[in-house]
């Protein structure tokens, strides 16, 4: 199974974005889906995650009022509404999902990731 986000691209400082991630190909039974991100010559941190059945999210503290995670279960699709983008925010975000419950900020718990697209912000 493969992710394919999409929704990057450059903005300046301020302005906003809508990441999105689909499964391509086979689906499989999501029970999480995250967001996480990496910026280089850092490791991948946490950004957000969804239970996909109940819609609970969770939010890095560095994110939270800024991000919106979200999910349309109809299209097997997540979603990620970043505004107020800062230049610190700028990495390549990676969608990620996981079949079983995890501790959703830990990247290595989760099943399947996406190739990544990239956020560049300008000051």
């Known amino acids: 199974v493969q992710l394919q986000a999409s929704g990057g691209g450059l903005v300046q400082a301020g302005g906003s974005l809508r990441l999105s991630c689909a499964p391509s190909?086979?689906?499989?039974?999501?029970?999480?889906m995250g967001w996480f991100r990496q910026a280089p010559g850092k490791n991948r941190e946490f950004v957000a995650a969804?239970?996909?059945?109940?819609?609970?999210?969770y939010y890095a503290d560095s994110v939270k009022g800024r991000f919106t995670i979200s999910r349309d279960i109809a299209k097997n699709t997540v979603y990620l509404q970043v505004n107020s983008l800062k230049p610190e925010d700028a990495a390549v975000y990676y969608c990620?999902?996981?079949?079983?419950?995890?501790?959703?900020?830990?990247?290595?718990?989760?099943?399947?990731w996406g190739q990544g697209t990239l956020v560049t912000v300008s000051s």
């Open positions: 190909g086979r689906t499989f039974r999501t029970y999480f």
């Open positions: 990620t999902g996981a079949t079983k419950p995890v501790n959703y900020y830990q990247a290595q718990e989760y099943h399947y």
């Open positions: 969804i239970s996909w059945t109940g819609g609970n999210t």
